[in-house]
């Protein structure tokens, strides 16, 4: 069984910085991408930040400058860094993998931590 387990949530004033840590256990043959969405109360989830097996890491431009993603291979950990925060930033976090395990590519998901700017 593969789980991802975030940690590094909290509460933030704007202009400050937090960083988020998803380890990702069980038995992973292959990590195709692991990356970052969010979702405030209310908004659909959004793309935060996704990193891809030999790729560069992609951002939409709400988080762009402000935002560094991250991974650590030998123990399929993925982090974001996160600078300048915004209120607008405040949303639940929610850890992503694209693994293959015993030969099925799946979607894995984190159970989530809030992140909260206060202005």
């Known amino acids: 069984q593969v789980q991802l387990v975030e940690s590094g949530g909290g509460l933030v004033q704007a202009g400050g910085s937090l960083r988020l840590s998803c380890a990702a256990s069980?038995?992973?043959?292959?990590?195709?991408?692991m990356g970052w969405y969010r979702q405030a109360p209310g908004k659909q989830r959004e793309l935060v930040a996704v990193?891809?097996?030999?790729?560069?890491?992609n951002y939409p431009d709400s988080v762009t400058g402000r935002f560094t993603i991250s991974r650590d291979n030998a123990n399929n950990t993925v982090y974001l860094q996160m600078n300048s925060l915004k209120p607008e930033d405040t949303a639940v976090y929610y850890c992503?993998?694209?693994?293959?395990?015993?030969?099925?590519?799946?979607?894995?998901w984190g159970q989530g931590t809030q992140v909260t700017v206060s202005s």
């Open positions: 992503y993998g694209s693994l293959r395990r015993v030969g099925v590519l799946r979607d894995y």
């Open positions: 990193i891809r097996s030999g790729g560069s890491p």
């Open positions: 069980g038995v992973i043959s292959s990590i195709n991408a």
